[in-house]
Every structure is written in C-alpha cells, then in structure tokens.
C-alpha cells in the first residue's frame, strides 16, 4: 500500500514532531511505502523526517496561492498514484485538487488554526469536505468541535489520539551538563515548559508562576524550550520581574526531550490546545506535570488530576505555584504520578496504537470503503 503524508513543513510545531514519530512507526513496521511532500519550505525538523527513510519532497511554493507551486504539487500527486493520501496541513486548495487523485483520502485534524479561530480550516469542513474521506481529531474536546462545525460528518469523523514513542523516549539520555548554559547548576531546582513561544501557549503565565516559585525556593532556574516571534516580549516580563537570570531562553532544541528528563517539573500553561503532545512526552520521561485545563483543551484527557499529574482549572498563578510546590515537597506523590503516568501512556497514547488505528482506517480506504462515489 501506498502512502503519502502532506505537510505544510517540517518546522517545530507539534504537528511536525508527531508526523515524524508516525513515519518513524510507519516505516519501522514495514508494512507500507511512505512519502511526504512538504508545500512551503523544510524546516528544523527536516533531517529528522529523511532520516527515516521515507521519500521526502518539498514543492516550495512561494505563497497559499502560488499556482505554480499548486501545479507542482499536483504533478506529483498523480505521479505518485498513492492509495491513502494522508494530510496534516491546512490548505483549502489542496483539498480541492485532492478530488482529482485516486485516493482514499484523509484530513488530520491538529486543532491548531482551528482553536485560534482561523477561516481556512474552517474551509475544509464546510466547503471542501467532500474532498475527503474520512477526518481524524486527535482527541474527544477536537471530536466535539469538528462535529459542531459540521454535524453531517457523522462515521467519516474518526478519534485518533495522538501517540508518542515510548521506547524511544525511555532510552533518551539526559542532556550533559556540560552542554547546559553555565546559569543553569547541577543542584538547581529545574521548573521548565517546552513549547512555541506564541500567545496560544500562555508562557507568560509561566513566567508569573516562576516569579513566585523563585521567592520560595533558592538555587531554582526555569528553562524555556522553544522559540517564537513574543520571545522578546517574554524577556522584557522576565527582566521586570527581576527573573532574567534565572528564566533561560533555549530556543528551539531537537534535544528537548533530553533537556525535559533534566526538569523536576514541567508547567503546561497552554489555554488553547488540541491534544498536547508535550505533556504525553513529559509523561513517558518521568517528568511530573502540572497543566492548566479549561474549556478549550484536551488536557482533562491526558491527565487524571493528582494521579498522573496536576491539573488546574484556570491561568492562577498561586494556585499553579502551590501545586509544584506540592509536588517538591512530597516526592511520594511525585514518584506515584510517574509511575502512573508512564502506564498512562503506554496504554493510551503510544505511537503504537496511534499507527494501529490509522492502519485500520487505512485497510477500510484500501479495500474501496470510499465515502461518495461521485467525488
């Protein structure tokens, strides 16, 4: 069976890390033949998707409405006579051109444009759904939205949790201190979080929070793994608060899980997010979490309050600052949750079964389980 995965790139996102992690899955089982085009550019995490083995190409259109990079990307599409196409980038006439390739066709609902109230992913759902097959919404909150936007989905709507490596990660050494920056000491209490410094990702509330954690605890650094255009913004609430030193800006890191397994505990301050790829990973590391919820997240999912992590209802930066004290004062309770949350996602959110229930969608789209005929 043929595949093709489409993306907008291979940037940091986590959408790029988890399409990385399906092909490495993928590939591994040797079940399938996978390509991947990329519309826009490469991106960091472009070495890591070649190094799978998959065949990889980039059509570099300039723009969304690049007709020239549309009619490369088309090419190539037909060319490849693929059996499942398999899309994870948001690009409406994409979808369009879909309708001309042959295949069983999927659109792979990250959350992402969506749950910042963006028009084009909406486009996908209410003027070009008939270019799919089948839809997939990686966890039960994005299930419920997509229905909302579009109730006439009804079976082609499939729930797919997102899934990581857990042998991979397990294996995963802590990062040297050596190759740590030197603010940063072995016997440093380490709060951190990992993630797109964009607003949807709240890490302001993460500062806030490591202000107050810093008048409690000395010796105490609080790490930022990502990059993104309020980065500056960042810094200047930092060197307000009198925490810049303290506060170290990483940038992005392919090492990140690495860096994680150095953290004592990692604070998900996100108030928009799909899924949350990062808390999974931070779970199958041994890393206690403690994540804000609200009404448009999918964190409730991930995580049983105080069994295999921390949730909080709201961006309260007491009450976030009381929970990780908690959390380092009774390694009782820190041991239980990582003992629960490796389980956790060995059983619910491993890359293992997130490819085991693609691979069913995928033999129903084989097998002529196509969803109009007159597409």
């Avoid at 097959?133 to 729930?159: C, Q, T, W």
């Avoid at 409730?300 to 990780?324: F, T």
Wanted: hydrophobic residues 45%.
């Amino acid at each position: 069976m043929k595949v093709l995965h489409i993306v907008s790139d291979f940037g940091q996102g986590g959408t790029q890390t988890y399409v990385c992690g399906l092909l490495e899955e993928q590939i591994g089982r040797n079940e399938l033949k996978v390509d991947v085009i990329a519309l826009f550019f490469r991106g960091a995490l472009w070495d890591r998707a070649r190094a799978t083995g998959a065949g990889l190409d980039c059509v570099e259109m300039r723009n969304a409405l690049d007709g020239l990079g549309l009619l490369r990307f088309f090419r190539r599409l037909r060319a490849g006579n693929y059996d499942i196409v398999h899309v994870h980038a948001i690009h409406p006439l994409v979808s369009l051109l879909l309708r001309w390739s042959g295949a069983y066709c999927i659109y792979h609902e990250h959350g992402g444009g969506l749950l910042a109230g963006e028009v084009l992913p909406r486009l996908i759902y209410t003027v070009f759904e008939r270019s799919y097959d089948g839809f997939i919404a990686i966890s039960a909150f994005m299930k419920g939205y997509v229905e909302a936007i579009n109730p006439r989905l009804g079976d082609r709507l499939h729930l797919v949790y997102n899934g990581v490596d857990m042998k991979s990660i397990e294996m995963i050494e802590k990062i040297p201190y050596a190759a740590l920056p030197s603010s940063w000491p072995e016997d440093a209490l380490v709060v951190g979080t990992v993630g797109r410094l964009v607003p949807l990702k709240r890490v302001d509330v993460f500062i806030s929070v490591a202000a107050e954690l810093a008048k409690r605890f000395e010796n105490v650094v609080f790490p930022i793994v990502g990059d993104g255009p309020v980065r500056r913004e960042l810094e200047a609430q930092a060197s307000r608060l009198g925490i810049q030193r303290s506060v170290l800006f990483l940038g992005y890191r392919p090492d990140a899980v690495s860096i994680m397994k150095r953290f004592d505990v990692l604070l998900f301050t996100s108030e928009f997010e799909a899924f949350g790829l990062v808390i999974a990973e931070a779970m199958a590391a041994s890393v206690p979490v403690v994540a804000i919820s609200g009404k448009r997240t999918a964190v409730e999912e991930i995580i049983d309050d105080e069994v295999d992590g921390i949730v909080v209802g709201e961006a309260d930066v007491q009450q976030l600052a009381e929970k990780i004290t908690m959390l380092i004062e009774q390694p009782g309770l820190r041991d239980a949750i990582n003992r629960n949350s490796r389980e956790k996602v060995r059983t619910c959110f491993s890359m293992k079964s997130n490819v085991e229930r693609l691979s069913e969608l995928y033999r129903c789209g084989a097998v002529g389980l196509r969803g109009s005929p007159d597409r």
